[in-house]
């Protein structure tokens, strides 16, 4: 994903993004293999951004995380946003790939479910004082990036829908109770790569401006810019 060698090393441990509504983690599955909670590697750039990597027989894993600063979509007060960008590029190939994030401990008084929107797949989890988003590309968009090549493989053109409203699909984005989104994507072959990203945000309870959920809808080259950039 980016050179590691003026990177400095740091004690590995789970990627993790702590909210006031509870904790988001990630897990990722290659074929039937479902790679561990902690990397096999960790660097921390100067900015504060992370770098996480997973070494598997089949392909190499890296993990871009950190908080990115934009401004609100409506051009009011700041969200915190947190973006995660997955590079998953195969070596001897992967039969299959599900990235998924899901907020978990969340408190009792909080309501949560599938929150979607044009070309975005999302989760909200909200009570009375805070809304918490997770939102990545939608099937939609998954098949447009595909067909465009350059995030996705473009021989899984035909195997994601290109309309949210296809059926009969084997990949694309599910749902599953109580907070989770999962990302489905076809077999990679030898030196193919993929790209996601999934980004994070939260924003004090507010009907009139769900902030939080406008934000996790940020493009990939946007999210990678910011998390590579140098500290102001």
Same mark, same amino acid.
């Given at each position: 994903m980016l050179p590691t060698d003026? #990177? %400095?090393r740091a004690d590995n441990r *789970? !990627?993790?993004i702590d909210t006031p509504l509870g904790t988001v983690g990630f897990s990722v599955m290659l074929g039937s293999d479902v790679l561990p909670g902690e990397p096999d590697a960790l660097w921390r750039l100067p900015n504060g951004s992370h770098l996480h990597r997973w070494e598997h027989r089949g392909a190499t894993v890296d993990l871009l995380i950190g908080s990115v600063d934009v401004p609100a979509w409506d051009g009011g007060a700041a969200v915190p946003i947190w973006a995660g960008i997955w590079q998953v590029q195969a070596a001897a190939g992967v039969s299959g790939l599900v990235?998924? !994030?899901e907020l978990s401990d969340f408190p009792a008084d909080a309501y949560c479910g599938p %929150? *979607?929107? /044009?070309? #975005? !797949?999302a989760v909200s989890v909200e009570n009375d004082h805070f809304m918490v988003s997770i939102g990545g590309p939608d099937s939609q968009l998954l098949g447009m990036q595909a067909a465009d090549g350059r995030l996705m493989p473009y021989s899984w053109e035909h195997l994601l829908p290109h309309d949210e409203d296809e059926t009969g699909f084997e990949y694309g984005v599910r749902y599953t109770? *109580?907070?989770r989104v /999962?990302?489905?994507l076809p077999a990679l072959a030898p030196s193919e790569v993929a790209r996601l990203c999934i980004a994070t945000a939260w924003c004090p309870r507010d009907d009139d401006r769900p902030a939080a959920w406008f934000s996790v809808d940020i493009p990939l080259d946007t999210a990678y810019l910011h998390l590579i950039a140098d500290p102001a």
């Open positions: 003026h #990177l %400095d *789970p !990627a993790v990235v998924s !994030a %929150d *979607p929107g /044009e070309c #975005l !797949a109770d *109580p907070a /999962e990302w489905h």
